[in-house]
């Protein structure tokens, strides 16, 4: 019988709908901040009275524009207070948001748009929207700088509509659908997830038993809420704590703003990926001042998922008494099914333990199979996908292929990014990635690849902001050469995967080249999803020549910015 791993503490009661949540918070926590965001250069801060009575009368609003329970509402729109309000009062008035990310190119957005079959589109970006086929637009179109005077309609929160509105808001049943998330597409198209009120409610539950957030505490939230990072796990939990969240609005982009931000607000957890924090560090590493903002006292732990933080990262947050915590979940989970707990040191692809009523299994190839009240209702008009990954006793399966350790559940590849090699032997790529990104600080990205091959390769994305740094931090305790160069780098490199390559687990994973790309793929270019993951078809398709070098044994090929490590020359020589 297969072993079923799950949590001993049980779940209790949920909160019944979002609705529900912003009437609690608002009896519980009146005058305390619920939000703030720069307004003319400053911070503004609303209370969680002005936030639920404005919630309530973007609710009185959409009722009047003719949408019945159930429609659909797109959001293509920034992170801010009035696309937040809009988006809460949609869900809790019994309409379902589905955000859609403002980056994807305008065939794909009216592609999502048309299949979405929103009556409703809540935008920032009316220009760009104005250049997709009218066939594409709902007639309902509500332009975020307009609802300003939308809310000056509902003067009074405590008239007899408003009451009925608040009744609307807990009649809502749990098990309808709150939100359509689309997936952020790492192998193939983004898919429409069902996502119920009780499957956000519950995974905010789980929440407040295992961390048990004090209602006041600051979040500084950059992650868009298109994705399931920021829209559902950091903004629900900020939420449904009674915490205050600030926006960041430097996006992730931005990073003198991001301090900036950082120093003003000083939040109490952070939410980020590891590609930012490996930004920030490499800022704390050079400033003192960036050091003081960053560790401030007032910080008391730091969240990472989507990618696995490289330790050399991680060391640095434990020198300065800071705990790292990762989680590990999926669009279609509401995210979260695993967390670290605070105590317990980090290791590399480690993801913790179940969350309160969320079972984990491991299935055929060891595909992690998923059960629990998080777990999505289904694919928007896509029944085939739904029974493709959800049989008829509610497990979920992941793609993601893991084993479970004494410290927790590891995750060991993607089960679609596995290959073969000439001999048949399978690769699973995450591992050889997480094993080279935590040992080097100065790698942002790493990409294996090699169908067919003798051996597999590597493709390097350096963080060319570290290397460039002019000294050593004695936060730094790692033994690496500081690389002045990626000449210098691709050189230091070699040495390093040759001590990869020696404790690899089998021969036929060793690295014996790779290549060094002196660019940084990008959300723009379709090369990362919004949660900075690298997609594996655009990065297989734009970096053909660099791949083609390597496989066909021709650096002659290679383009100008590309520079190739030869393991076996190194270890030769050494």
């Known amino acids: 019988m297969t072993e079923v791993f799950h949590s001993s503490q049980p779940l209790g009661e949920a909160t019944r709908n979002v609705g529900t949540l912003f009437l609690n918070n608002l009896e519980r926590y009146g005058a305390m901040p619920a939000f703030a965001e720069r307004v003319r250069g400053e911070y503004r801060t609303w209370s969680w009275s002005g ?12 009722q009047e524009t003719g949408l019945k329970q159930g429609d659909r509402i797109a959001f293509v729109s920034a992170n801010s207070y009035n696309r937040l309000i809009t988006e809460m ?3 809790a008035a019994g309409y379902v948001a589905v ?7 305008r ?5 999502l748009l048309a299949f979405s079959e929103v009556r409703m589109l ?12 009218p066939a594409a637009l709902p007639s309902l179109v509500l332009l975020i700088s307009n609802l300003e005077q939308v ?30 998330m689309y997936t952020s597409g790492t192998s193939n198209a983004p898919k429409g997830v069902l996502l119920t009120h009780a499957n956000l409610m519950t995974q905010q539950r789980a929440l407040d038993l295992l961390w048990k957030l004090k209602p006041g505490m600051r979040f500084l939230c950059y992650l868009p809420w298109h994705h399931s990072f920021g829209g559902l796990f950091e903004r629900f939990c900020a939420l449904h704590s009674g915490g205050c969240l600030a926006i960041d609005d430097s996006f992730g982009k931005n990073i003198d703003r991001l301090f900036r931000n950082f120093a003003e607000i000083k939040p109490n957890v952070y939410f980020s990926v590891p590609k930012i924090y490996q930004e920030i ?7 003192k001042e960036c050091e003081n903002i960053f560790f401030s006292p007032d910080l008391e732990f730091v969240f990472t998922a989507a990618a696995p933080l490289p330790l050399s990262i991680s060391a640095i947050f434990k020198t300065k008494g800071v705990p790292v915590v990762e989680g590990w979940g999926l669009t279609e989970t509401s995210p979260c099914c695993t967390l670290t707990p605070r105590s317990v040191e980090r290791q590399s692809g480690v993801v913790g333990f179940p969350i309160p009523a969320v079972e984990i299994k491991l299935g055929d190839d060891n595909e992690i199979l998923v059960r629990g009240p998080n777990v999505m209702k289904g694919y928007f008009k896509q029944p085939e996908a739904t029974a493709a990954v959800l049989d008829a006793e509610g497990w979920f399966k992941t793609g993601d292929v893991g084993e479970f350790t004494e410290n927790g559940l590891k995750i060991v590849s993607r089960k679609d990014r596995m290959f073969k090699l000439s001999n048949g032997e399978k690769v699973f790529p995450a591992v050889i990635e997480d094993n080279i990104k935590s040992r080097c600080k100065f790698i942002k990205h790493a990409y294996v690849f090699g169908k067919g091959q003798t051996n597999p390769y590597l493709l390097v994305f350096p963080n060319s902001e570290l290397i460039a740094a002019e000294a050593v ?15 210098h780098f691709s050189r230091c490199l070699g040495a390093c995967l040759e001590k990869v390559n020696h404790a690899a687990g089998a021969k036929f994973e060793i690295i014996k080249k790779a290549v060094i790309v002196a660019r940084e793929p990008s959300i723009e270019n379709n090369e990362l999803t919004p949660s900075f993951k690298l997609i594996s078809k655009t990065i297989e398709e734009k970096y053909r020549k660099y791949i083609r070098a390597l496989e066909e044994n021709k650096p002659g090929e290679l383009p100008d910015d590309g520079y190739i490590v030869d393991v076996e020359k190194i270890t030769e020589k050494g």
């Open 281 to 287: 560090v490499s800022r704390v590493l050079t400033s």
């Open 151 to 180: 809310l000056s309609l509902y003067a009074d929160p405590a008239s007899k509509s408003a009451l009925t509105m608040m009744d609307r808001w807990r009649a809502v049943d749990p098990a309808d659908v709150a939100m359509m």
């Open 51 to 62: 936030l639920a009575g404005d919630i309530l009368k973007v609710s009185l609003f959409l």
């Open 107 to 111: 065939e794909l957005t009216s592609e």
């Open 122 to 133: 809540v935008t920032d970006v009316p220009l760009k929207m104005a250049e997709l086929p």
């Open 99 to 105: 955000p859609i990310f403002g980056g994807y190119s």
């Open 473 to 487: 931090h004695p936060l730094d305790e790692s033994v690496c050469e500081h690389p002045c160069d990626l000449r």
């Open 89 to 91: 009062a949609a869900m």
